[in-house]
Each structure stands twice: as C-alpha cells, then as structure tokens.
C-alpha cells in the first residue's frame, strides 16, 4: 500500500510537471520561466530547491552526532546564502539581461573567464545532485523491502525527474515546487506533533537533547576549533552565491523586489523549519533508544526512515515518504537544469554557429539535460556508500575557491580586471588543490578557507599589476555596480 501510494504520487509529480511544460515557448522559458514568477513562488522554489535529502536524512544525522556545532555548514551556511545573496547580489544581477551566472562572467571579464567559471559551477553540481539521487535510491529499496536495489531506485528516481524537468525547464521545477513545499512543510509537522507525543511531549524531546549538549552551537575556543568552525560556515554560504540554480531563481522572478525580498524570506524559513528534522531524531532517541544507538553506530541516515517504518502508523509513513520525496524531488529537478542550461549557454556556444535559432538552442538544452542526468546517474552509483551530507558540502568547495572572489569583486570592486580573475581562479583553485593533497596542511588549516583567502590575494595583485590579459569581449550589457 505505501510503495503503491508513492508511485502514484510520483505520477501526479510528473503530471504537474508536464502540465507546466505547456508554457515553455523559448529558451528564456526554458531557462528563467520568462521571468514571469510571483515573489510567493520566488519563496517556495528557493526554500523546495534548498531543502532536499541531506536536510531530512543527512543533517539530523549529523546533530543526533555532533549537535548544532556539527552542522553549521547545512544548515546555518546555507540559509545564509539566500539571505545574502538576497541582500547583496539579486538586485544587482536581475537588473542585467543575462540568461546563466556564467553570462556576467563573460560580460565582466571575457571568454576565457566564463569557460572556466562555467566548468567549475557544473562540477560542483556533481556532487550535490548525486545527494538526491542517492536518496531517491534508498528511499525505493527500503519501501520494496529490499527488493529493488539501490542503484536500481537511483534509475527510477532520475526517471521520475527528469521526464517533466526536459520538457518543462524552470517553469516545471517552479510548478512542482509550490505543490512539492506544501507536501514537505505539513508532512514534516504533523509528523513532528506525532513524534513528540509519542515521545512524551517535546518538553523531553528538548530535554534530553539538552542534556545530550546537541544545541551546542559555538566552537571551543581553540584557534583549531575556531577556524575549522569558520572555514565550514563559509563553505555553503559562500560557496553556493555564485551557482546557476540560485541565479535562475532570482531571474525567475517578476519583479526586482521579488528577486531581493524572496530569497531572504525563503533563506529564513529554510533555517527555521531545518529544525523539524533535527526534533524528529531527536525524538528517536527516547522512542525507540536501543534501535537508534544500533544504527547511530552503522548508518545514522536511517535513524528518521526506520523510525516511521517501524513506529508509526501507515498515513504517517505516506506523509513522511511524501515529504521525503518533495524534498528531494524538488532539489533535484532544479540541480539538474542549472548546470545543462550552463552547459549550453555558455560552453557549448563556443562551437556552434552565431547565427543558431532559438529552437535550436532549446532543443540544445534539453540535450543537456539528458547527457548530464545519465552522467550524475553513473556517478551517484559509483559512490554508493559515501554520506549524504559529505557528498553536498564538498560540492561547494570548488565555486567558494573558484568563482567566488570573481563575482564579488567584480560587482563591487571597479578595478577588478580579467588579469585579477584568471589570478583569482588559478590561486584559488591551486592553493585549494595544494592543501587537499597534503595531510599537515589540511589538518592544519581548512583548505577551502586557504583556497578562498589565496583567490582574494590573486584578485587585488593581478588587478593592480601591469596589464599582460586584458578582456577582449566587448560587453553587450551595462554591467551594474561597474560604471
């Protein structure tokens, strides 16, 4: 009956998805949904995106080991990201007719820095989207008893998402997402209500979580501890501002107060409602403690999924599977359109013809989407095993020590110059490499912070020193922030 009430509801998924993709005309369509997205929608895509496997099953793992403090990164980091990219970038970039992140690369700095920025935002989509596969996996095997396999679950999931998010692009993501948040915020409460009675009430859910020091947040005061706190905050909060699928949201939208306001108020929620997981294992402990020391021990991922199974009645269970699914449907659609429609736009434009029509470069772009949803469908099976949250926050190591310092400087810095970037890139990027290779030094000190601070370094002295690369592009828009 719960497999059964899952495939259906996959079904409507992909219904509502289909139904969206009836507006997709053109490549904006595709990309940007037209830019014709109220501010509500704006809010409900940045918080369904944000909001997928690793905050359900891989966070509270994460808390139930290490308390607040052990997850900082995912998610204090990446709440902060929206609120910050809401603050400080959407205005500035949604005044500009651009199409991908990528785009202001190449109007502020040229070809060359575009190519390299667009190669390193995908790669870092790897990572993140196999999250969600990974999850949509084992979210089959344990509704089939074991007998669909994990990889096998990983096939159907991509399945599932990809047939709405190739035909519909960013107007089916958008769609699903409305429908995919509502499922996940009144699923995840009403499992949260059930969860605290049968616990005794939430006053001992909190209290033991208390006394188990899980709402520790600060660091010791040790300069190892301090740092290594700091280098995790910044690695999603940063990491994650210059990445497509943030960068079509703000597009996305109808109105530059919707760009600005709706990212923030989806960031705020995104941390708030991250506790509702976290309060779920928590309750774990106290309803069923000898089970979740067990699995604490051997996979603290399915403390939340074993509790539903085998505590709770059939309804909650179809609530808790359906809220899963959202989040991680709705995560994974939008993971999977940014970096084909990067791919498209802005690498593989270096070797097609000026004069290609729209339709073509629709037609491209949904080609993109077919290659890269096989590509992450093999990874994902090739790491099977490794933690849902390890997979996400090491994904956004490379935009933070890559493309980062690019994008700031150049919106906020008028000497930022191509020289500066390529020196951004390559210190960035190098140093990163350098610290992750050697083991004294990344015991030392976080690698994606040395990779950050090596960037801004290779930024202000490649900018200030004689001019050997200059930007041979010559811009077709105003770039804002830089008269």
């Given at each position: 009956?719960?497999?059964?009430?899952?495939i259906?509801y996959?079904?409507?998924?992909?219904?509502?998805?289909?139904?969206a993709?009836?507006?997709?005309k053109?490549?904006?369509?595709?990309?940007?949904?037209g830019?014709?997205?109220?501010?509500?929608?704006?809010?409900?895509?940045t918080?369904?995106?944000?909001?997928?496997s690793?905050i359900?099953?891989?966070?509270?793992?994460?808390f139930?080991?290490?308390?607040?403090?052990?997850?900082?990164?995912d998610?204090?980091?990446?709440?902060?990201c929206?609120?910050?990219v809401?603050?400080?970038?959407a205005?500035?970039?949604?005044?500009?007719?651009l199409l991908?992140?990528?785009?202001?690369?190449?109007?502020?700095?040229?070809?060359?820095v575009?190519?390299?920025?667009?190669?390193?935002?995908?790669?870092?989509?790897?990572?993140?989207?196999s999250a969600?596969v990974?999850?949509?996996g084992?979210?089959?095997?344990?509704?089939?008893?074991?007998?669909v396999?994990?990889?096998?679950g990983?096939?159907?999931g991509?399945?599932?998402?990809?047939?709405?998010?190739?035909?519909?692009?960013?107007?089916?993501?958008?769609?699903?997402?409305?429908?995919?948040m509502?499922?996940l915020?009144?699923g995840l409460?009403?499992l949260?209500?059930?969860?605290?009675?049968?616990?005794?009430?939430?006053?001992?859910?909190?209290?033991?979580?208390t006394?188990?020091?899980?709402?520790q947040?600060w660091?010791?005061?040790t300069w190892h501890?301090?740092i290594?706190?700091?280098?995790?905050?910044?690695t999603?909060?940063?990491?994650?501002?210059?990445?497509?699928?943030?960068f079509?949201?703000?597009?996305?939208?109808n109105?530059?107060?919707?760009?600005?306001?709706?990212?923030v108020?989806?960031?705020?929620?995104y941390?708030f409602?991250?506790?509702?997981p976290?309060?779920?294992?928590?309750?774990?402990?106290?309803?069923?403690?000898q089970e979740?020391?067990?699995?604490?021990?051997?996979d603290?991922?399915?403390v939340?999924?074993?509790?539903?199974?085998d505590?709770?009645?059939?309804?909650?269970?179809?609530l808790?599977f359906?809220?899963?699914l959202?989040?991680?449907?709705?995560?994974a659609?939008?993971?999977?359109?940014a970096?084909?429609?990067t791919?498209?736009e802005n690498?593989?434009?270096q070797?097609?013809?000026?004069?290609?029509?729209?339709?073509?470069?629709?037609l491209?772009?949904?080609?993109?989407?077919l290659v890269?949803?096989?590509?992450?469908l093999a990874y994902s099976?090739?790491m099977?095993?490794?933690?849902i949250?390890e997979?996400?926050?090491?994904?956004?190591?490379?935009?933070?020590?890559?493309?980062?310092?690019?994008?700031?400087?150049?919106?906020y810095?008028?000497?930022?110059?191509t020289q500066?970037?390529?020196?951004?890139?390559?210190l960035?990027?190098?140093?990163?490499?350098?610290?992750?290779v050697?083991p004294?030094?990344?015991?030392?000190?976080?690698?994606?912070?040395?990779?950050?601070?090596?960037?801004?370094v290779?930024?202000?002295?490649?900018?200030?020193?004689?001019q050997?690369v200059?930007?041979?592009?010559?811009?077709?828009?105003r770039?804002v922030?830089v008269e």
């Amino acid at each position: 009956m719960l497999l059964f009430m899952v495939i259906a509801y996959l079904f409507v998924t992909i219904g509502i998805g289909l139904w969206a993709a009836q507006r997709v005309k053109n490549t904006a369509d595709f990309a940007i949904a037209g830019r014709h997205l109220p501010m509500y929608m704006i809010i409900t895509t940045t918080f369904a995106t944000w909001f997928g496997s690793e905050i359900v099953l891989g966070v509270p793992a994460k808390f139930i080991e290490g308390g607040l403090k052990a997850v900082v990164e995912d998610p204090f980091g990446a709440g902060m990201c929206l609120i910050l990219v809401g603050l400080f970038f959407a205005a500035k970039l949604y005044r500009m007719t651009l199409l991908t992140i990528s785009d202001y690369y190449r109007e502020r700095y040229g070809r060359a820095v575009e190519v390299i920025c667009s190669l390193i935002i995908m790669l870092s989509y790897l990572g993140w989207v196999s999250a969600q596969v990974t999850a949509l996996g084992l979210v089959f095997n344990l509704l089939s008893g074991g007998a669909v396999s994990i990889p096998m679950g990983m096939a159907i999931g991509v399945l599932s998402i990809l047939v709405y998010t190739l035909w519909g692009g960013m107007w089916s993501v958008a769609v699903t997402d409305f429908i995919q948040m509502i499922i996940l915020v009144v699923g995840l409460v009403v499992l949260a209500w059930f969860a605290s009675d049968m616990a005794g009430g939430a006053g001992k859910v909190i209290e033991l979580a208390t006394s188990r020091d899980l709402f520790q947040f600060w660091p010791e005061p040790t300069w190892h501890e301090i740092i290594f706190f700091f280098g995790a905050a910044i690695t999603m909060m940063l990491g994650s501002i210059p990445q497509q699928d943030v960068f079509q949201r703000v597009m996305s939208a109808n109105t530059e107060r919707a760009a600005t306001h709706g990212t923030v108020i989806g960031g705020t929620a995104y941390i708030f409602f991250a506790f509702v997981p976290m309060f779920l294992v928590a309750s774990a402990l106290l309803i069923m403690p000898q089970e979740t020391a067990e699995l604490l021990k051997d996979d603290p991922q399915k403390v939340l999924p074993t509790l539903v199974m085998d505590k709770m009645p059939l309804v909650m269970q179809v609530l808790f599977f359906g809220a899963l699914l959202s989040a991680i449907k709705s995560c994974a659609s939008a993971t999977l359109l940014a970096p084909s429609v990067t791919f498209t736009e802005n690498i593989w434009r270096q070797f097609r013809p000026e004069k290609i029509s729209d339709r073509e470069n629709l037609l491209a772009m949904r080609i993109s989407v077919l290659v890269f949803a096989v590509g992450v469908l093999a990874y994902s099976i090739k790491m099977e095993g490794t933690p849902i949250y390890e997979l996400v926050s090491s994904a956004y190591q490379v935009p933070l020590v890559g493309a980062f310092v690019p994008l700031v400087f150049g919106l906020y810095w008028k000497r930022a110059n191509t020289q500066g970037a390529l020196c951004a890139v390559a210190l960035g990027i190098g140093v990163w490499l350098v610290f992750m290779v050697t083991p004294a030094l990344h015991e030392a000190f976080p690698q994606q912070l040395a990779g950050l601070l090596a960037a801004m370094v290779g930024m202000v002295a490649g900018s200030l020193a004689p001019q050997v690369v200059r930007n041979s592009h010559a811009p077709h828009h105003r770039v804002v922030g830089v008269e």
